[in-house]
């Protein structure tokens, strides 16, 4: 139980373009979902948390307008990097969390590279 | 100071052999606590969570010591497939948010 799919798991685009990740939670319902990135030889870092039917609380330093998230419904999260540059380049990650544990589920993570 | 600090290593041990990784962390309201196990370009995945009363799961021995803020991860008879990074993770107060180390890195060789 608690798997969560991500899409894509890779991708390249062009610097000025838009790209839309996807993340689902396949056997649970996930009121919470989270995005992380993680830039090589880092640590996690954590986006944004994402409520079901409500909008995005941002962690600081992270633009809202750049990138945009929408939770509409219980199993399925996206996270759009708007206007994509070079050091958007990263590893996102989400994870989702059902339950009052704390724990937290991950996707297997999109790797997106800006040329 | 960082919430969370791990060593980032790496350890480099033969099969068979013991290692332990220590973690601190800063806030000492924190709740839950957690080692995660990340392998290379991979996500992160759970690998136990950490109890006040340290716990164990077949090989791998948990502590919290809440009073020093402080965390370990003991490996016991190391196996080539343990190598990976291994991530202290720590909750921020009442919140679902995870606070992850930088991890450490540990490779097993033959």
């Known amino acids: 139980g608690a798997v969560v799919s991500q899409h894509p798991s890779w991708v390249i685009c062009k610097s000025g373009t838009s790209v839309k990740i996807e993340c689902r939670s396949l056997?649970?319902?996930?009121?919470?979902m989270f995005w992380y990135r993680q830039f090589p030889k880092q640590s996690l870092m954590l986006m944004a948390t994402?409520?079901?039917?409500?909008?995005?609380?941002?962690e600081q330093g992270v633009e809202k307008d750049k990138f945009l998230i929408n939770h509409a419904s219980l199993t399925l999260s996206t996270l759009t990097v708007t206007s994509a540059h070079p050091e958007d380049s990263s590893f996102y990650i989400c994870?989702?969390?059902?339950?009052?544990?704390?724990?937290?589920?991950f996707g297997p993570g999109t790797r997106l590279t800006v040329t | 100071r960082k919430e969370v600090e791990q060593d980032p290593g790496p350890f480099n041990v033969p099969e068979g052999a013991t290692v332990a990784f220590n973690c601190t962390y800063s806030?000492?309201?924190?709740?839950?606590f957690f080692w995660y196990r990340q392998d290379c370009r991979k996500e992160p995945k759970l690998l136990m969570s950490v109890y006040s009363s340290g716990n164990e799961d077949g090989r791998f021995t948990a502590q919290l010591n809440r009073a020093s803020q402080y965390i370990s991860l003991l490996i016991r008879d190391s196996k080539l497939s343990d190598s990976a990074t291994y991530l202290c993770?720590?909750?921020?107060?009442?919140?679902?948010?995870?606070?992850f180390g930088t991890g450490t890195r540990l490779q097993v060789f033959p």
């Open positions: 993770v720590v909750n921020v107060y009442n919140t679902d948010k995870l606070i």
């Open positions: 056997d649970f319902q996930a009121t919470t």
């Open positions: 806030n000492s309201a924190s709740q839950s």
């Open positions: 994870s989702a969390s059902g339950t009052a544990t704390y724990e937290q589920y």
């Open positions: 994402s409520n079901e039917g409500s909008k995005a609380t941002y």
